[in-house]
């Protein structure tokens, strides 16, 4: 196993808030796993070494410990606490916690390989007050379009209310898993390095028209594909402002989260039909 008693890339640590210490902790140690700072085998100092390093109580420490080990992040042994390869995370750890080890172009794949599938679902089957819904959000999104947070907001909730017309558990919450962690880790740190284009909100917009009336029309197909151009649209953006702001932006500068991308899946989630939730049990 691979040990290191200096522990750098902790010792590095700047904490960016003292509330809630044991989930901020579990968050820096998941990201430096996910990132490979911590690598497979890694194995942690003692807990009075890695508590004074840190300059935590050791009940702090365990919390931690405790997330990480039901993420899947890590193993606890009697010999000491180690961080676990991508298979073990992937099989004993969460279904989120798969997606935030995941390459962008397996995430990607996955988001283009499902999403068309459940606006294909949701022509079949959504009913007129989703349909309803559905228009009333797209209309809110370009009502809104001098408001990037509102448009921001409209959107998720437009596509949320797709997803939510496949009538489909399993594959609302895998997307919306999948969405989360895709703003969250990648689009809105791009996004917040500039701001939209005009015409890449017309091409959004227009894409929505086609998507809605694709579904009010039955048209699963032609759902499918309009999904696909519109996922590969953002994308190309993505990739256009990362270009752009590479030779411009710190490193450290790519990785302020916006909170509100945490709340991605909740909304999502929130928008199942009741029904849907409780075929579940």
Known sequence: MKTDLTFD????????????????LYKYLKEMIIEGALSAGYMFPNENQLCS?????????????????????I??????????????????????ASLEISKYENLIEFLLITDPEASYLAAQR?????????????????????DMKSIEHYNNLFHAKILAAAHNSLLINSI????????????????????YTEQFMDTCFQQHH????????????????ITREHILHDIERIKQLQEKSCATTPPDELKDENPQAENLEDEIVENVNPEDKSSEN
């Open 9 to 24: 890339p902790i010792k590095t640590v700047e904490w960016k808030s003292y509330d809630n210490l044991p989930q901020n």
């Open 53 to 73: 390093i840190l300059n935590v109580a050791r009940g702090t420490l365990r919390d931690s410990y405790r997330e990480l080990e039901a993420n899947g992040f």
């Open 75 to 96: 193993t606890r042994t009697k010999s000491g606490t180690f961080v676990n390869d991508i298979a073990t995370i992937a099989e004993t750890g969460s279904f989120r």
């Open 126 to 146: 959504a009913t007129k007050d989703e349909l309803a819904e559905i228009h009333k959000l797209m209309l809110k999104a370009e009502f809104h379009s001098s």
């Open 176 to 195: 919306a898993a999948s969405r989360s962690v895709f703003e969250q880790s990648i689009a809105i740190r791009t996004y917040n390095l500039t701001e």
């Open 210 to 225: 086609q998507l809605y009336y694709a579904i009010k029309e039955k048209d699963g197909e032609k759902a499918k594909n």
